[in-house]
């Protein structure tokens, strides 16, 4: 089978920079201290910090239902703001999770200094863009417009506290960056049992979260067996199985227009970018493995990834 060398080059700056977003992948930027001058143009557009959590809201009686749809609306919608005020004192705790992600991956993008400590007024210019990565970057932006105003110091106080809240919950995505954190460690049967139970959830955005978990099992496995370990045929494989299981992965999705802004490719969805960067051998295995973990997700037999 091909190697996926060409593939881990060509994505290299891509993965950096979508790092840098990415929840449970990151380290926060510094805070500004509260005492710190603001701008005397900034207001702030709605309380964000909160010192205890509110008295829990209604359960959803769906659970999966509801996290796909909580990820599709933070894939498609054009204000993140919105969504963080709507999410972020939920009861499950995806809603907390993509409220999160949102106000996290709006103050990253928006940031301009590196202290941290103000916000860009208007989308940052990228050298030798074309044109439809100059529209991501701006419709990025826009979807992030309503954190502009608010203080970048309550801001940053806002995600240490629900990071803390939800790096303490039970949800499935904090499950499976668990699991891989586990098997870095060495924890082998704590870090299955966390990755089959993530797995049984059926939930896309945490079985997308599993990709570095398997990743590590193929890298283990093909060093035990003598063969190369470059490839991550179970890695893209997983992401993709996660887009088949209801996770919004289309061009126009936001974790796509991040893809595009970075790397081109504007019009490709996750599956159509994975074909366009590997050879054609590489990508029928991936299909294919692609295919069995479908199957397996949806019959709960796990057999395929070395689960009972």
């Not at 992948?25 to 709605?46: F, L």
């Not at 509110?54 to 659970?63: G, K, N, S, V």
């Not at 870095?184 to 704590?190: F, G, R, T, V």
Request: glycine letters at 4%; a neutral charge.
């Amino acid at each position: 089978m091909a190697s996926l060398k060409p593939l881990m080059l060509a994505l290299a700056v891509i993965a950096i920079a979508m790092s840098a977003f990415f929840f449970f992948r990151i380290e926060h930027a510094p805070v500004a201290p509260v005492g710190q001058p603001r701008d005397t143009h900034q207001k702030a557009t709605a309380a964000i910090v909160h010192p205890t959590m509110p008295a829990p809201l209604q359960q959803p009686q769906d659970r999966l239902a509801f996290a796909i749809k909580v990820s599709g609306e933070f894939q498609s919608t054009r204000d993140l703001h919105a969504l963080y005020m709507k999410f972020r004192d939920g009861a499950d705790p995806n809603a907390r999770y993509f409220a999160l992600r949102a106000i996290d991956f709006c103050a990253r993008f928006l940031v301009r200094s590196s202290s941290g400590a103000a916000f860009s007024t208007a989308p940052e210019l990228l050298r030798g863009a074309t044109d439809q990565q100059d529209l991501a970057n701006r419709q990025l932006y826009a979807r992030c417009a309503g954190f502009r105003n608010v203080p970048p110091s309550e801001i940053w106080a806002s995600i240490r506290h629900l990071k803390t809240v939800v790096a303490n919950e039970s949800s499935n995505i904090a499950i499976a960056a668990k699991a891989s954190d586990l098997l870095s460690m060495n924890k082998l049967e704590q870090a299955a049992s966390l990755a089959s139970s993530v797995l049984r959830s059926r939930e896309p955005d945490a079985i997308a979260e599993l990709e570095h978990y398997l990743q590590e099992v193929q890298d283990t496995r093909s060093k035990a067996s003598g063969q190369s370990s470059d490839n991550n045929i179970d890695g893209l494989a997983i992401r993709l199985a996660a887009c088949e299981l209801g996770k919004d992965c289309s061009s126009t999705a936001l974790e796509q227009q991040l893809l595009c802004m970075y790397g081109g490719g504007c019009d490709d969805s996750l599956a159509q970018r994975t074909a366009r960067a590997l050879p054609e051998s590489a990508m029928l295995e991936v299909l294919r493995r692609r295919d069995d973990f479908v199957l397996a997700i949806k019959t709960g037999k796990l057999g395929v990834f070395g689960f009972d």
